[in-house]
């Protein structure tokens, strides 16, 4: 199986910049995609294929990727980005799906 | 607006099988750049994908549940289903189906999920 790597938890003040990375060894050939969960709902997507945004996913939520990692940036922190971050992508055949092990955002 | 609606079961003994199955509404399963999927989260605990299903049934296993796992498509009444069995108490957790894109014949992302259904199989 495949996996791909996030840090358990990330915390920043509102206002200031959170990244969570991704790390995998099939990035360099496979995209990245990202997505928020709130307590009790189910998950969103905020960024995809690396660095796309969605229609409705605000500006400050940006995404890179280089080599094995990838970058979700948040910018301007508010408290309703807190939550749950995941990354997902797919082995090198592309017909296996993973996703990190979340990561926890809180906003101090 | 696509939504998805899983069917809600509830309760599963142990040892039997936990059937699913999520309603499409708002847009067509007969559709050949998306398949449809399945992606569970055990309580407390990250997302896990299950596994997935293109409208002409071809599917895509994950190999944690393969030999119990069984997903089809009913393009007449527009929906996709889970079979899983000889369930244990490890298989609890709330199973999510969404709609999966494709990008140049590889899995892309998920782009529209049902609320979620909690299974419960009692240890």
């Known amino acids: 199986s495949y996996e791909v790597t996030q840090p358990p938890s990330v915390s920043v003040s509102p206002g200031q910049t959170a990244r969570i990375t991704c790390s995998g060894d099939a990035l360099p050939r496979q995209y990245v995609f990202w997505y928020q969960q709130k307590a009790g709902q189910a998950p969103m997507i905020v960024i995809y294929?690396?660095?796309e945004r969605p229609s409705g996913i605000p500006e400050r939520f940006s995404g890179s990727s280089s080599g094995t990692e990838a970058t979700l940036t948040i910018s301007g922190v508010q408290a309703e980005d807190e939550g749950d971050y995941y990354c997902q992508s797919v082995d090198n055949i592309g017909t296996y799906v993973t996703f990190g092990g979340g990561t926890k955002l809180t906003v101090l | 607006q696509l939504q998805l609606q899983e069917s809600a079961p509830g309760l599963v003994r142990p040892s039997e099988t936990l059937s699913l199955t999520c309603s499409v509404s708002g847009g067509s399963v007969s559709s050949s750049t998306y398949y449809w999927a399945w992606i569970r989260q055990p309580p407390g605990r990250g997302l896990e994908w299950v596994g997935s299903?293109?409208?002409?049934?071809?599917?895509h296993y994950n190999p944690s549940v393969a030999s119990r796992l069984t997903l089809s498509v009913d393009t007449t009444k527009n929906r996709f289903s889970l079979r899983l069995s000889s369930v244990t108490a490890a298989d609890t957790a709330v199973y999510y189906c969404?709609?999966?894109?494709?990008?140049?014949?590889?899995?892309?992302?998920?782009?529209?999920w049902g609320q979620g259904t909690l299974v419960t199989v009692p240890s």
């Open positions: 299903v293109s409208y002409t049934g071809l599917t």
């Open positions: 969404a709609r999966l894109a494709l990008a140049g014949g590889y899995y892309s992302h998920f782009d529209h």
């Open positions: 294929k690396d660095s």
